[in-house]
């Protein structure tokens, strides 16, 4: 089956400063690679995706970039600010349908120093 | 817009009894998949469904079934439920792929 995994597991960076989530995947036949942010408690939100026939896809001050040669991914997160602070799960599904489950790697706890 | 819907948001049983969670998919969604989270721990896929179907299945133990209804939402039966049980299930849904959060039941076992 598929492995993700993640990198760093924590992450600190200054306020406005830039933010970067490393993951690479094991199943080269995965198309599918979301981001979720979680806060405490709460809820996997989704904030970003990218298919397998995307290099690079962008949202304001996300973005995530995917190397299906090399089986890895990263999200790029620019002028961090507080509210960035939270868990960043990055997670792969496998090309068998869009109804299969994700794959998540470990989590990253950013954190977002004033 | 409307989001997923779990029931209950706690739940607090003993060793061994059983437990139904419950979730509502957003309208027009068909997809359904089922995720337990462990404390400080990334979700585990268990299981899915597409147009009531089980459609793969990930981690999810024997004493666990589920079912999508004609309605679409779906139910997680837990049965003998064990200390180990004890987390977070997120039911999370789809239309083309991307996936969904509910807002979780926290399930206590004692």
């Known amino acids: 089956g598929e492995n993700v995994e993640q990198h760093p597991s924590t992450l600190s960076v200054q306020e406005g400063d830039s933010a970067v989530i490393k993951c690479t995947y094991s199943?080269?036949?995965?198309?599918?690679f979301p981001w979720y942010k979680q806060e405490l408690g709460k809820r996997p939100q989704l904030i970003i995706d990218i298919r397998s026939n995307v290099g690079e896809k962008k949202d304001q001050r996300i973005a995530v970039t995917l190397n299906k040669t090399a089986k890895h991914f990263s999200l790029h997160i620019t002028e961090t600010q507080p509210e960035d602070s939270a868990v960043y799960f990055c997670?792969?599904?496998?090309?068998?349908?869009?109804?299969?489950?994700?794959?998540f790697g470990k989590g990253t706890h950013l954190i977002i120093q004033p | 817009a409307a989001g997923v819907i779990q029931s209950p948001r706690h739940l607090i049983k003993e060793k061994r009894e059983t437990a139904t969670l419950k979730c509502y998919p957003i309208p027009r969604h068909d997809t359904v998949y089922w995720y337990q989270q462990g404390p400080g721990q990334d979700p585990q896929f268990l299981i899915s469904?597409?147009?009531?179907?089980?459609?793969d299945k990930g981690s999810i133990p024997d004493r666990f079934s589920a079912q999508q209804f004609s309605d679409y939402h779906s139910e997680l039966n837990m049965s003998s439920l064990e200390l180990g049980d004890s987390a977070l299930y997120f039911c999370?849904?789809?239309?083309?792929?991307?996936?969904?959060f509910g807002p979780g039941t926290r399930l206590t076992v004692t």
């Open positions: 199943d080269s036949a995965s198309n599918y």
């Open positions: 469904f597409y147009e009531k179907m089980q459609s």
């Open positions: 999370a849904s789809s239309l083309v792929g991307e996936q969904y």
């Open positions: 997670a792969a599904r496998s090309s068998g349908g869009g109804a299969d489950g994700l794959t």
